[in-house]
Structures are given as C-alpha cells and as structure tokens.
C-alpha cells in the first residue's frame, strides 16, 4: 500500500510558480500556506527574488535542504521540466495544479508526467486540480483567497473530488453549514494517485473517519472496489455519482448488453464494494456528519421520540421509504413509561410526547429507549418553539447523549430565535436535520455502516429465503 | 452461436434442454425420437441470432410429418431472411413445459469488466426494465441480492397458488455464469434468455455468447 502522507503532513513544501502579485494562483497558494502551514515553505519563481518576505529560488535544485512536496503552478509547455528538477530533488510528492494536459486532448504531455513519475519514483496529484486542503496540518493548495472564501471548522470528514470547482464550493458551504472537515483532496486527471490511491491512504489517517467521494468517472474499476472493500468495513465510505442521466444505449447483440447502462454498473459497484450512494451533495454531509461521529446502532430498529405527532410519522414515513424498521418496544418499556406518563401521551413508536411535553418527559422517554434492546438508534424530535419546552431542554438532551451507546439524531428547525440552541446540540456533538426526510437518511447511513461492520446482522429477504429450497 | 453455446453452459455444470444438429431429414427425424416429443426446431446459424424474427423457430412438433414440414420451412425461411447467411444445420431441442422464465446476462464494461444481470423473463424484462446487475466476480450473497433486489422477485416465490421457484437453482447458475466469464475474459456478452426455473432445477433454454 503506498504512503501518501508526504501530501498531507509534509515538513516542507516548494511552490513552483509562486508569485507575490495579487490574484495570480502562484499568489493565491503562497499566501494561504504561509498562513496556516507551520513547516518549512520554499517559492520558487524565476524572477523574484522575494516573495512574502522568503527568499525566492530560481529552481527546486537551488533550495539548499531537502523538500517533501512541491506544488507546481506553471503554464502546461514548462510542467515536465520542473517536474524533471522535482525528481532530482528526491521530491517525494508533487501537486500539480496547472491545467492544458489531456482535460484539452493533450495525452502526450500528460505521458511525458506520467514517465518522469515513474523514472524518480515521484508521486503526482493532478494534474488539473486544486489539490490537498488539510485542517490539521495546514497543508492547503487550493488557490481561493480567503477574501471570498470560508474554510470549514475541523471535523472528521474527508472529502475526495473529481471536480476541483466543486472541491472549492464544498469547502465554503461546509464552513456555512457548520460541517467539520478534515481534508479535501481534488486529484483533476488523476494520472497517478487515484480515488483507490487516496482511500487506501486515509484508511490509516487518524483524522478521517468518513470519506465522501464525489465521481464523474472511474477509470479503473476493479482497483477502486477492491480499495473500498478494504476501507468500508472501518471508514464509511459514501459516493456522489453525477451522469446519472446520461443514457447507458449501447450497440449490443444481447438484452443484456442493451440493459446494462453506465450507471446502473456503477450502482452496483458502490453495492458490492459497501460504498452509501447519496442523491446529490445536501444528501451526501447528511450522511457524512451523522457517520461523523463514530457511534453505530446494534439494532436496525429505529424509535422516534417526538413532541410533534405530524413530524413523528413524517419521519416514520420516511424512514420506511429508505427501507428501514421502527423497532419494536418491548413491554417492558411501555409499562414503564405508561407508568409515568399522563395518559395523553402515546407509548408507542413513534413515541409522541404531546404539545405539552416539557424536558423531564424527554428524559424519561430517552432513558426508557436507551434501555430497550431493540432500539437500535433515536431520533428525537424536538419542537423548541412550544411553550412547555424550554430552552434549556437542550442541556438535557446533550447530558443523555453523553452517556448514551445510541446514536441519537436530532430533528429540529427554526428561526433565529431557536437556531442558537440547534447549534448547541451540534457543537455538543449530535447531527441536526431540519426535515423528517434529512434525518431518516442520516438514520440509513447509520444503519447501513452498522451491517457493513457486522454489528447487524442482515438476513436474507424473507420472501427470497422461503423460496430457497 | 446457440448449439455451442449450450455446450460450453454445459460444461460449466448448467443444465441445458436435450438435443442435436440436423443437416437432413433423415436427422431430425432421429434426434427428434433422441431427445423425446415434443420438439422445437430453431435454425443454427452464426448470421441469424434473433430467429423469430427471421421466422426461423416452429414449436411445439410432436409427430414426423409436421416435423418435417417445419424443417424444410425453417431453412427456407432462413435463406430468405439472409440468403447470404452460413447456414449450419438446424436445432432440434426438446421442448420443456411452460416455466416461469428469467434471464440471466453478463455485459463487459471498459471501467469494471463484466457485469452480472438478473431478471424476470418476457415483460418483466422487455418493457418493466426490471433487472439488477453485480459486478463479477459474484459471491452467494450477492446473487441471492441480484434476486430479492427486483421489484417482480415476488413471482418466483409462487403467486396465485404456484408452487415456489427453485431460487437455489437460479443462484447456482448465476455462480456458474460468474466463473465461466472470469475464465474467458474475451467474452464480451451473454444471454440466458430464457431460463426456465421450476419447483426444482432450472433450465437454460436458449443461450448466447458473444466473443471479441
């Protein structure tokens, strides 16, 4: 398995083509590692002299101690011969963001990278990417300016995309949606480190526990399984799939070969391979944060605790339609809490707590539920803006959660005044959804990860098994 | 083509109907009584794979005479769908009851090599779309997935007072299709279409195989 964290955790870093004149990307990239990346930094511009204050060399071979990655941001015709200077270098890693290589039917030069790789034993992102954000080491290629983008909070999450533009945007909307990230890596035209590559390497990443992937294309195929068989089974493993649409018609002499349209392969791929496909990018963080934290249901019952009768069997609903199971309550449960409940409130699952439902019922009902061995994860449901429900009924929630094994997901929405208490139950570590159908994919994903680990054991379909003779 | 295809599913342990090649009437007649009443008869040609279009199959043939006359119509027949076509002989094969039909296929894919499909035979297939597909190589579990993962996988399990399908059957086959085209990566596409899947044991009743 190659080692990849020369890329993420490097002790210094040359940019090739770093430039002190504002908005050029070799500016852009400059300014962000001399910002966050605490090791060594070397520019390297043919004709400066200085840039941020560093000395400024005129190549690779110049810089008097050893370098661990480069970033090469040059126009296409000069990549090779820097790349060439890399490899004499003994440069072990090399991000090479300039685009005009196959993406615009140049393969030649893109071949000429590919064998200087090969000849120094140099490992290449790129080229045509924004290579390597990483919120713990510092480390950022990406050519945004801080004047118009946000970088997300540090998180578990680690996102691998095709597209260096849409690396970019997740980058900022995460950092709105309040979303951790641990790394974001685009790989452009992935002429060496690919999908497989980079998912092999964050298997042993301690900061990654989620890897989210966004794919147009797979190139090889049977590589990319085999890695995500690997992985999946510890790291959750999601996938962003786009050409949903794009027809699959090929001339083919059999019904099978006219059935077997792209997508419905790579469908089966991510199956095989327990990768969670998600819907579009608002589906796949849903999935990702509640993953995120690392807490699984043994159960694939699922209880949903709620104040709000109609949100409760939305949610229920919803949970049906992603092929889930409401758990069954024991008796034992539902004597306890019929015990303690006023009769109004229904004990059953859902488990609705009325209007009037004030902290201590919650707390009550978590307990009976954390309790009850079918119950494999909750979704407590939480109407804030009623009167009986104070605020501080979060602090309750966060105290049941920190001795909870469950996963606990909360569905909750509001204005600006219940907003600030959402975000305390997020910074207090659970994943909060806005709609009962954001929340029951979060519940898939959960139980989903849970059979991948074995946690859960799935039997066969019922139908299937009374037919098997 | 057909006949040979059959052959080689055979020889992956996948049962086929009984059956010959005949280049005469005196042929069709023998392989005819060979494989038992009733018969089909189908022309065997590497130039005509859609043989109902072609008007090239007669069904359900029990006595000599009428055997006859469809072995002379098939020929005819192929011969004026494609009078260039390499003709081989024709297939006598005896014909099994009426069966629940489902297809079992394999495509090859530039990024994943062959793809396994699974589907209910006729509409369920044709019009429905209703089939599910695993990369190969295929282990158990996936196969007893490919099944259950169709919307129609209910009518293997015996609707209306049917008896069950033999879904094991159905699984076993699709196993052995697995391995044939893991050993021949030249095979670039593969019909099962249709195999017949009883209370016990299932059929491949027609078979395609496409090289490089």
Known sequence: MADLNFFFNPSSIAVIGASDTVGSVGYEIMKNLHEDFPGELYPINIKQKLIFGKPSYKSILDVPSKVDMAVIAIAAPF?????????????????????????????????KLLEISKKYGIRIIGPNCIGIYDNFSGVNTIFLSKDKISFPKKGKIS???????????????????????????????????????????LYYDENSKVICLYIEGIRRGQKFMEAAKRVSKKIPILALKSGKTKSGAKAASSHT????????????????SHIIRANNFEDLFDMAKALEKGIFPKS??????????????????????????LANLSEDTIKKLRDQFPERVVVSNPMDLVGDADKGRYEVGLNALLED??????????????PTLSLDSVDTILRIKKISDKPMIILGAGGEIITPYLIKLEEG?????????????????????AIVRGDIHRERKENIGVCKI | MEHEAKEIMKAYGIKVPKEGIATSEEEVLKISRQVEYPVVLKIASPDIQH??????????LSKAEDILEAYRRVLENSKKFDPTADIRGVIVQHMMPKQREVIIGVSRDNQFGHVLMFGLGGIF????????????????????????????????????????????????????????????PEVKELDLNPVFVCEKGAVAVDALIVID
Not at chain 2, 135 to 149: L, T
């Open chain 1, 373 to 386: 061995k079918d119950v494999g994860l909750i979704i407590v449901i939480l109407l804030l803006q009623v």
């Open chain 2, 125 to 184: 297939v044709e019009v429905l779309k209703d089939v599910s597909f695993r990369i190969v190589p295929i282990e158990e579990e996936d196969a007893y997935e490919m099944i259950s993962e169709i919307r129609s996988h209910q009518m293997l399990c015996g609707v209306r007072g049917e008896k069950p399908s033999d879904v094991g059957a159905l699984v076993d086959i699709m196993l052995k299709v697995s391995k044939f085209v893991s050993d021949f």
């Open chain 1, 257 to 272: 070969g006219s059935l077997a349209g792209e997508d419905i392969i790579y469908d089966s791929a991510f199956k095989q």
């Open chain 1, 79 to 111: 990549v090779s011969d820097v790349l060439e200077e890399c490899g004499k270098k003994g440069v072990k890693g090399v991000i090479i963001v300039s685009g005009g290589f196959s993406e615009i039917g140049e393969k030649e030069r893109e071949a």
């Open chain 1, 429 to 449: 570590g659970l994943a909060v959804y806005p709609s009962p159908e954001r929340a029951a994919r979060a519940a898939y994903a959960l139980v989903n990860h």
């Open chain 2, 51 to 60: 043989k109902t279009d072609a008007g090239a199959v007669v069904l359900n």
């Open chain 1, 159 to 201: 996102f691998l995309s095709q597209s260096g533009a849409f690396a970019g945007l997740i980058l900022d909307w995460t950092s709105k949606e309040r979303i951790g990230i641990s790394n974001v890596v685009s790989y452009g035209n992935k002429i060496d480190v690919n999908e497989a590559d980079l998912i092999d390497y």
């Open chain 1, 300 to 325: 694939d019952g699922v209880a949903i605790l709620t104040n709000a009768g109609g949100l409760g069997v939305m949610t229920a609903d919803a949970l049906e339609m992603n092929g889930l199971r």
